[in-house]
C-alpha cells in the first residue's frame, strides 16, 4: 500500500517562508512526477507546482518565482520551499504522486496560515 506524508506546515507571517515536505513509502516500483496542490476555503484544489523524475518543474503563475519544487529520488521525497508568502497562500496543501502501482495517490494535507 502507497501512502503519502506530508510535513512542515503551520503559520507565518507575510513575507515569511516555509518548507514543506512529502515522502512517499510502500510497494512503490517507479514515481514520474509528485506535486503539490492547494484548496482555500470556498475554492477548488489548484496545482501549485509539479516534478517529473527527470527534475522538469511546472508552476502556477501566482507562485512563479516565490515558490521551488524540488524532489529527492533516492529518498521517493518531494519538497516545496515557500518564500515571500501572502495570505492569499493560505491554504490546506495536498501532496500528489502519479506512480506505479497506479492509482489516485494524495497525502492527508498540511495547511498553511500566512497572517500577521
Known amino acids: 500500500q502507497v501512502q503519502l506524508v506530508e510535513s512542515g506546515g503551520g503559520l507565518v507571517q507575510p513575507g515569511g517562508s516555509l518548507r514543506l515536505s512529502c515522502a512517499a513509502s510502500?510497494?512503490?516500483?517507479?514515481?514520474?512526477?509528485m506535486g503539490w496542490y492547494r484548496q482555500a476555503p470556498g475554492k477548488q484544489r489548484e496545482l501549485v507546482a509539479a516534478?517529473?523524475?527527470?527534475?522538469?518543474?511546472n508552476y502556477a503563475d501566482s507562485v512563479k518565482g516565490r515558490f521551488t519544487i524540488s524532489r529527492d529520488n533516492a529518498k521517493n521525497t518531494v519538497y516545496l520551499q515557500m518564500n515571500s508568502l501572502k495570505p492569499e497562500d493560505t491554504a490546506v496543501y495536498y501532496c500528489?504522486?502519479?506512480?506505479?502501482?497506479?492509482?489516485?495517490?494524495w497525502g492527508q494535507g498540511t495547511q498553511v496560515t500566512v497572517s500577521s
Open positions: 500528489n504522486a502519479d506512480l506505479d502501482p497506479p492509482g489516485d495517490y
Open positions: 516534478i517529473t523524475s527527470g527534475g522538469s518543474t
Open positions: 510502500g510497494s512503490i516500483f517507479s514515481i514520474y512526477a
